[in-house]
């Protein structure tokens, strides 16, 4: 297993292991997210775990859990005891990017509602302020996205629509989305503000304030932090 997958899988275990027979679980996705998945199934399929319910991010992470036997449920308005998610980006108060691999809107309804949400990376993820590595995504609908695209840049955001082939990405809910590049200096609260109040847009990948812990696994050992107060 190459490196960086290794280090994903062993964070992904710490995390999996905070789950206790009879919790409601939200299912992260993407590539780190599934290693939990993988660790939450193994442990339900050895009796370790009874009672057990997730709430998937994405139809891919559904799937995954299903072929465990994990029993799924929709997202109704109780509250989650755990949810345990991949990040794009982490800075040091574990405010969050998330949604390189779309998921984004299904992650933070979800992941809203969970009493913690624990946060699994390889320590490439870490930065000191979000948008260092990777763009911001954001949702947007189909309908108009030209229009919307255009709002976003009188707003002052570089960046482009996401369109890895010969049409745009879409996500699982029938959404675009515009993978935008943020300014050097940014207040996040007030970026997540005006984006949601923009015309066109149905989420951002700013997760700010949600997450509880962090497990980042380096080549020295896995390092577990906890959102300052
Ligand atoms: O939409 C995707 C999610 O926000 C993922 O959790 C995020 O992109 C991290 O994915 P990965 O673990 O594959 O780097």
Redesign the pocket.
Known sequence: MADLEHL?KEAAERAAALVTSGMRVGL??????KYAIEAIGRRFQAGELSGVVGVATSEASDVLARSFGLPIEALDPRPLDIAI????EIDPQLNLI???????LR?KLTEVQARRLVIIADHTKLVTRLGEKAPLPVEIARFGFLSTIERLRALGLGGRLRQPGAQPYLTDNGNYIFDAQLPEQFDAAALERTLKGTLGVIETGFFLGMAERAFVAAPDGVQELVRPD
């Open positions: 994903k992260g996705t993407g590539s780190t997210a998610d991949g990040a794009d998330k949604g390189l691999g779309g998921a984004l992650e």
